[in-house]
């Protein structure tokens, strides 16, 4: 017992320091990045006064270190300041309205990956080296040829402009309207999840076809098991655990496609956020993207390692 409270004390302070790294590295760069936001805000025109007097209203005439260790202690408080843009409560602006978008649409753009790359993956290891393991390939290939940016543009072009199938750019809520919102995010979802595709038919396949050599998978057509049971149940459980990994590892590169796919289609989520607070050199709102996308990413890491002990027994410790 003693163990695992020490175990969940490391970790925790692991997670700490992983943050105030990623905090202070990123608002160095902030800092050193061209752009005056004092200037952004007044416009082309204004006095030396009123710059001088913004200048110290915002706490832009501290030194950095003063500047970032206030922050932090507010930050940890859950004190994360307000937008002097949108003058919006910047924990609400991220947390209540962007946060929500981005992991819907992660959400729905994994569950496309899933659905699309296994089957594929399945089918190619099934049927190795015939024309659907070729087909497969071609796909997996294809999906991950595409940066989502241009794949995104495409997709506008032909199923919203051509066809006029889907909106080109809004977002609806699924949670609020179902209907309307998954019609609004079937690009932006295809859009991420096309590059997922191909990487999770690749693991698949390669992993598949190792486990069909085992022996085990043998053992289960001479007691008479139906090969759909071979397969999706002997095989893809022992499939599960290189695919868990791949998966979580690439979670993270999810988040980052997320924001260029919420740029392209206009999405309010933590992307469209982040770039906004860029241009406007707002860098309260832009560090607090920062965090939660670091705490997304160790939130991701912390969830696939209790996932392998639900995979495998062998890992679970009394």
């Not at 500047?67 to 843009?85: K, P």
């Not at 079937?186 to 096309?194: K, R």
């Not at 191909?198 to 693991?203: C, N, R």
């Not at 309260?284 to 639900?310: H, K, P, S």
């Amino acid at each position: 017992m003693a163990t695992r409270w020490w175990r969940a004390l490391g970790t925790l302070a692991q997670t700490a320091v992983v943050l105030v790294v990623v905090s202070g590295i990123s608002f160095a760069f902030l800092k050193l990045s061209p752009g005056d936001p004092v200037a952004l805000l007044l416009g082309s025109d204004y006095s030396r006064e009123a710059y001088d007097q913004l200048f110290r209203q915002l706490g832009l005439d501290r030194p950095w270190t003063v500047q970032y260790l206030d922050w932090l202690a507010r930050f940890a408080r859950g004190d994360w300041g307000t937008s002097y843009v949108s003058r919006q409560d910047i924990f609400e602006l991220a947390v209540q309205q962007a946060l929500p978008v981005t992991l819907t649409l992660a959400a729905l753009s994994l569950a496309v990956a899933l659905a699309v790359g296994i089957p594929l993956g399945v089918l190619a290891a099934v049927r190795r080296n015939s024309w659907i393991d070729l087909a497969a390939s071609a796909i997996a290939i294809g999906g991950n040829a595409f940066p989502s940016f241009y794949l995104g543009v495409v997709l506008i072009w032909l199923f919203s402009v051509a066809f006029n199938w889907f909106p080109a750019m809004g977002y609806v809520s699924p949670w609020d309207d179902p209907l309307t919102g998954l019609w609004h995010l079937c690009l932006p979802a295809l859009t991420l999840g096309a590059w997922y595709v191909g990487l999770i038919a690749t693991v698949t396949r390669a992993s598949l076809l190792e486990v069909l050599a085992q022996p085990y998978m043998a053992a289960a057509r001479a007691r008479g098991e139906p090969e759909w049971r071979v397969i999706w149940v002997h095989g893809m459980r022992n499939v599960a655990m290189p695919l868990v990994t791949v998966i979580g590892l690439q979670l993270g590169g999810m988040l980052r496609g997320a924001v260029m796919t919420e740029v392209v289609f206009t999405l309010p989520g933590l992307g469209m956020m982040i770039t906004g607070a860029v241009q406007t050199r707002e860098y309260l709102v832009v560090q607090a993207g920062i965090m939660i996308t670091a705490l997304l990413f160790i939130g991701v890491n912390f969830v696939v390692d209790r996932t392998y002990t639900l995979l495998d027994p062998r890992l679970r410790k009394a």
